[in-house]
């Protein structure tokens, strides 16, 4: 039973990676490079930008496996909106077969160094599932941050566009091609947004929900209430600008203040699994009991979750919302 299951998992990997590396289709090459063709000799620059944004949806949804991925993957919306705010070219059809490849590879390789079946194959999901959410949770992160430190920047620069007498519409544009890294990139899908006929409310609604980010709703909120009310726009700009400076000088101040909870949560959450680390080194026999004898693994996988509770108590403790 063992080895068909061992070969089943061989053929999946390897069919996965030939679907995933074999060539474009000829057929879709050269309707892409007929459109391409019909787009250089459009006159229209109105026409031109929308086909560029049907291309580009199309491109989204061209993924051999996208609707499979979405059948399969558990709330496929929220994950396509996760994949979105990376700013990388990542499809469902992507995340879910390297979720697959590394499921698979764990599991195989647990069970080559003589892991039970099931727990070689309850640590491949784990490890499989787990870390390529993580590191999407870390390049939104990451992208996020970055856009905060350079937002401020883009609302200056708007602040003084308006002050010499332009039009919000075209202070856009302007920190569209200013302003470098996710702040320039953002800014530059409103701007064609608005260019195809999209309103500035609704373009920049639509980038606060992809975002997800509370300083880039209090500037969408900025605008819709100075539209609704009047005023001057550019001093409140300017004040927001200034808001949120403090609030990133405020959030620097608590990750000092509780820089020395979260090494203790580190060190403690790391522990256990550095002394097993230790002790497979110095008696590799002695501890691969806990990957054969039922009752160890048990109790390993009651110590994970239990350990993991405590882990996530203490990470709640030590974040703070401004």
Known sequence: MLPMIFALLVMGVLFLLYTALSGPSPAKAVKRRMELIRERHNDSPLAANAQAQIRKLFAQRAGRFEGVASTLIPRPALLRRRLEMTGKDITLSKYGLITLVAVAVVAILLMFRGAPFFLALFAGLFIGIGAPH????????????????????????????????????????????????????????VADKMKIGRTMEAALQETADRLGT???????????????????????????????????????????????????????????????????LVNPTYMMNFFVDQRLIVAGIGGLIWMSIGVFIMAKMVNFEI
């Open 134 to 189: 993580m590191a999407i949770g870390f390049m939104i992160k990451k992208r996020l941050n970055k856009f905060n430190v350079n937002f401020p920047d883009a609302i200056e620069l708007m602040v003084r566009g308006l002050r010499s007498g332009l039009p919000i519409t075209e202070t856009l544009t302007i920190v569209a091609g200013e302003i470098s890294g996710p702040v320039g990139v953002e800014f530059r899908a």
């Open 214 to 280: 509370p300083e880039f709703q209090f500037f969408v909120i900025t605008l819709a209430i100075q539209r609704e009310t009047g005023g001057n726009l550019a001093e409140t700009l300017s004040n927001l600008a200034d808001v949120l400076r403090k609030r990133a000088q405020m959030k620097l101040k608590i990750r000092a203040m509780s820089s020395e909870s979260k090494a203790s949560a580190y060190i403690v959450g790391s522990l256990p699994f550095v002394v097993f680390t230790l002790v497979y």
